[in-house]
Structure formats: C-alpha cells, structure tokens
C-alpha cells in the first residue's frame, strides 16, 4: 500500500486552472496513491471546461457545483468527497500554493502520527521571504500579527493556521465542523483554527516544511495582506465584515463591545494596507469599505440584541 493511499488533496478553483496546471499537476504525478479533489467554484463556462478538460488527463476528481459556495464552502464539499473516496487525512491547499513532494510527506506524517493536531507549513514567498509562519489574533481589539511578533507575555491572543495549506484528520475536520460557510471568503481559517481548539484538537506550524506561494496566485486566507497592495473590493469587503461576524461567534461581551468600538479604525487600516494610491486609481474602495463596516456593525448589533444587551 502506498503511503499515500489515505490522503488527500483537496483544493478549490477560481479560474485558477492554469495555477493548476503548473503547481498541482507535477506534485500529483510525482506521487502515488493520494486523491486529488478540486472543486470548480464556478466563474465562466470558458474556465469550467478547462477544468473539466485538465482533470481528466490528470485523474484528478471535479465537483462542478452549479453556483460558487466560497472558499470554506467549496472545501466543504471537496473534503467530503475525498472522505467518501477513503482519505483519512486532508491536505487544504491553495492553486497558488507550490508544495513538492518531500513537505507533502512530512505535513502527511505530521497529522499521521498525531491527528489531534491541525498543522501548517511556513510559506515563502518566491523570492525566500516569509509570507505566514503563524499568526495571532489579538483579543483585545481584533486585530492580527505574525506569531514571530509577540511581544507581551500577558497578551490575550487566539493562534490560527493559514487556510492557504493546512493538513488536518479527517476524524478532527468533522469533530470540528469544517469551514463555517458563514464566511464566504476570509477568516474562514480563523475561524476554524478555533473551532479546532474548541474541539480538543491541536494548532501546529511546522517550522521544518516550506511552501511556496506563488507570484500572481489567488485570494489568499485570513488577515493576510501585502503592503502597499491594493486588493479587490471582495477583499477588502469580505475581510472587514467577517472580523466583525468572527466577533458575533467567538467573543464574550466585554469583547465583543471593544471590537465594536474600534472597528472603523480597524477598517481603515485594513484600507491602507492596499496603499493610499488606490483610493486616487478606484475611489469605489472607500465606499467597499464604509458598506463592510455597516454590515460587520449589523451583525454586532442583532448578536447583542440576541444575548440581551
């Protein structure tokens, strides 16, 4: 039996296939036994034939769902494939994500030996530089830092793990619920990071595996944001209310009040993560982030309707 036999790769498609093309296609290969699940979150009919196409000659298994479910709920469906296909073990990875086969076989062995344990890789980018290496989320105002950054020993924070690759069990993914589809697309991964916890699992970045993340690549997960940057509406939308829909589900309410409180400076930095360029090229940014803001002030104000405040 090849080593590889009760793991899968599981992988959510946006357009992406030409990404496909050059970082899944070669690992697949390269390796025996593993069963490689993309789910085509639809974008045109154009991209959904060329995916159609592409994993035909790879061997690869396509979900086709008629509509887009987002990132969390497209690896919903393909990690519950693959646990219908016998995968044991699920290895969540971005199409931008370039993973070769010597850290396919140890984040493997990592979940393998301890599957209590959600582990990520570090993740470079082309050029060496670190991209995620863990990151924290800081309770007191919501806000996100490199783990390599702490600082204060008494600071309250949550880790979380990147959802641009992540291996966990499968016997965890259910304890844990898989991704929240609440989200659509960003903090998905924190999210689930705590809900790992919360379901007695384990958070782990292997220090020892590498990924690269590749130039041109798609969303990415979480907080993560390149400086100077400037990034889609959907971005900019998605990662401002869903800090604040995080909050609804996951904080006490003392908490729950200071996110609230200081969610428009929040938002605002998030903004001029892209550079204040952008706001000169496509003003429209302003208004994405003012809407976002509303709807993640929305969202408090029925969660503290709900609890009675």
């Known amino acids: 039996m090849s080593s590889f036999e009760d793991l899968s790769i599981v992988v959510v498609n946006y357009g992406s296939s030409d990404l496909l093309r050059v970082n899944l296609a070669p690992l697949s290969r390269a390796v025996d036994g593993v069963r490689v699940v993309v789910v085509d979150n639809f974008s045109t009919i154009a991209e959904r034939d060329v995916m159609t196409e592409l994993a035909e000659e790879e061997g690869w298994d396509l979900l086709?769902?008629?509509?887009?479910?987002?990132?969390?709920?497209?690896?919903?469906?393909?990690?519950?494939?693959?646990?219908?296909?016998?995968?044991?073990?699920?290895?969540?990875?971005?199409?931008?994500?370039?993973?070769?086969?010597?850290?396919?076989?140890?984040?493997?062995?990592?979940?393998?030996?301890?599957?209590?344990?959600?582990?990520?890789?570090?993740?470079?980018?082309?050029?060496?530089?670190?991209?995620?290496?863990?990151?924290?989320?800081?309770?007191?105002?919501?806000?996100?830092?490199?783990?390599?950054?702490?600082?204060?020993?008494?600071?309250?924070?949550?880790p979380w793990l990147s959802g641009a690759c992540l291996v966990v069990s499968d016997d965890l993914w259910r304890r844990a619920g898989g991704f929240d589809e609440d989200y659509f697309l960003y903090w998905e991964d924190v999210d689930l990071s705590q809900r790992v916890v919360d379901a007695g699992g384990r958070l782990a970045v292997l220090d020892d595996v590498t990924v690269v993340h590749a130039e041109g690549g798609t969303q990415k997960g979480g907080g993560h944001v390149e400086s100077g940057e400037a990034k889609s509406?959907?971005?900019?939308?998605?990662?401002?209310?869903?800090?604040?829909?995080?909050?609804?589900?996951?904080?006490?309410?003392?908490?729950?009040?200071?996110?609230?409180?200081?969610?428009?400076?929040?938002?605002?930095?998030?903004?001029?993560?892209?550079?204040?360029?952008?706001?000169?090229?496509?003003?429209?940014?302003?208004v994405v982030g003012w809407r976002a803001h509303r709807a993640g002030l929305r969202l408090v104000d029925a969660e503290l309707a709900r609890r009675g405040l």
């Open 233 to 286: 509406a959907t971005y900019y939308f998605h990662n401002i209310r869903n800090r604040l829909l995080y909050a609804t589900k996951h904080l006490s309410d003392a908490d729950l009040r200071a996110w609230q409180a200081v969610s428009r400076k929040v938002a605002w930095e998030i903004l001029l993560q892209g550079g204040r360029r952008q706001f000169l090229t496509s003003p429209q940014t302003l």
């Open 64 to 158: 086709t769902p008629a509509s887009n479910h987002g990132f969390g709920g497209g690896m919903n469906r393909g990690v519950a494939r693959a646990a219908e296909l016998g995968a044991r073990f699920h290895l969540l990875v971005n199409p931008d994500a370039v993973v070769d086969e010597r850290a396919l076989g140890a984040l493997h062995a990592a979940v393998r030996d301890d599957p209590e344990t959600m582990a990520a890789p570090r993740i470079l980018r082309p050029d060496g530089s670190l991209w995620f290496g863990g990151s924290d989320l800081y309770l007191d105002d919501g806000r996100i830092r490199s783990s390599r950054r702490r600082t204060d020993p008494q600071a309250r924070l949550r």
